[in-house]
Nanobody, 125 residues
């Protein structure tokens, strides 16, 4: 069973920095297609923050471009999110995500989304 363990959340003042880390384990007979971070603020839907594919391509939410940087270590199966110049609107529960592809048969693969339990990030003004 896939496990994603997050660390690094906490309370920080506006303008400060935090680094989130996520380590994946329990992946068998599958390929991690992409890993990333999502967040969910109270009363809002979960949204993509940043994502990095197996090939190293990255996507960022417009609201975090230039402030957040995602990095991935394929050998260690970890993904980190460096968050700088934090704003109160960055306050949310941050979730690690791993998209896993598993071979079915022929040219068919199945994809599953796997989530960590979440880590709280609170930015005070």
């Amino acid at each position: 069973q896939v496990q994603l363990v997050e660390s690094g959340g906490g309370l920080v003042q506006a303008g400060g920095s935090l680094r989130l880390s996520c380590a994946a384990s329990g992946i068998s007979a599958g390929i991690i297609n992409a890993m990333g971070w999502y967040r969910q603020a109270p009363g809002k839907q979960r949204e993509l923050v940043a994502r990095v594919t197996n090939g190293g391509s990255t996507d960022y939410a417009d609201s975090v471009k230039g402030r957040f940087t995602i990095s991935r270590d394929n050998a260690k199966i970890t993904v980190d999110l460096q968050m700088n110049s934090l704003k109160p609107e960055d306050t949310a529960v941050y979730y690690c995500n791993a998209e896993i592809l598993r071979f079915v048969s022929g040219s068919t693969w199945s994809k599953s989304n796997n989530w960590g339990q979440g880590t709280q990030v609170t930015v005070s003004s």
